[in-house]
């Protein structure tokens, strides 16, 4: 099946900076990927879709000044996490589409994870 | 987006067979019906999908309500690995599936006991 890969899998990083949280897919060309976030004990919030080569569709409440992302080839995307906080601590999952250019296109492949801890 | 009802929680034995259930009343013709799981600090994964008839796959079944407005995901023999958080979600057959989000709720959290 078509694998998806975060880096880092975890990150640690002081107040006030910034972090790059890198989604690719490994085997397979993503024209759409998604970007969410999960609390504890929380499900999970869609943050923004991302399309190669155009701008991001931010969800609404979700600042994109903040959340910056890049979807410059079909096979990476990343979240930069601008002036991290404490509160945006949490769990953030990339996934992947293929806009049916496989067979099993119904299925979005999700990436595993980057744990992002502020501190 | 139509929305899906869970149980909160579930607990099963290892080695029996564990039935999930998803309520989705509001569900429309051209609403598939999917099923990802997560395991605990893990991105989720796909499990199954429906539209109107029963599904097998090498993971679970799906038996989808003959009006669709309920589902249950069978796990046939539950082990340990199964312990997870289990979303049921409606996509619709009209969309892009690649750019189609997907909008969880909050899931079944399945516990399995040895």
């Known amino acids: 099946g078509a ?64 959340f910056l992302i890049n979807h410059a080839s079909l096979t990476l995307s990343t979240l930069t996490v601008t002036s991290a906080h404490p509160e945006d601590s949490s769990f953030y999952i990339c996934s992947a589409s293929t806009n049916g250019r496989l067979a099993d296109s119904y299925e979005q492949y999700f990436g595993p994870g980057t744990r992002l801890t502020v501190t | 987006d139509a929305k899906t009802t869970q149980p909160n929680s579930m607990e099963s034995n290892e080695e029996e067979p564990v039935h999930l259930p998803c309520n989705h009343s509001t ?10 799981r997560q395991l605990p600090s893990q991105g989720p994964e796909y499990v199954i999908h429906g539209l109107t008839s029963n599904v097998n796959n090498r993971m679970a079944s799906l038996a989808i309500a003959e009006d669709r407005k309920s589902s ?37 959290r399945l516990t399995i006991i040895p």
């Open chain 1, 3 to 66: 694998v998806v890969s975060q880096h880092p899998s975890w990150v640690i990083c002081k107040s006030g900076t910034s972090v790059k949280i890198e989604c690719r897919s490994l085997d397979f060309q993503a024209t759409t990927m998604f970007w969410y976030r999960q609390f504890p004990k929380q499900s999970l919030m869609l943050m923004a879709t991302s399309n190669e080569g155009s701008k991001a569709t931010y969800e609404q409440g979700v600042e994109k000044d903040k």
């Open chain 2, 72 to 108: 249950t995901l069978i796990l046939h023999r539950a082990t340990l690995r199964d312990a997870a958080v289990y979303y049921c979600i409606l996509r619709s057959r009209l969309s892009n599936f690649g750019n189609e989000k997907l909008t969880f709720g909050t899931g079944t």
């Open chain 2, 27 to 36: 569900i429309s013709g051209t609403d598939y019906i999917h099923w990802y």
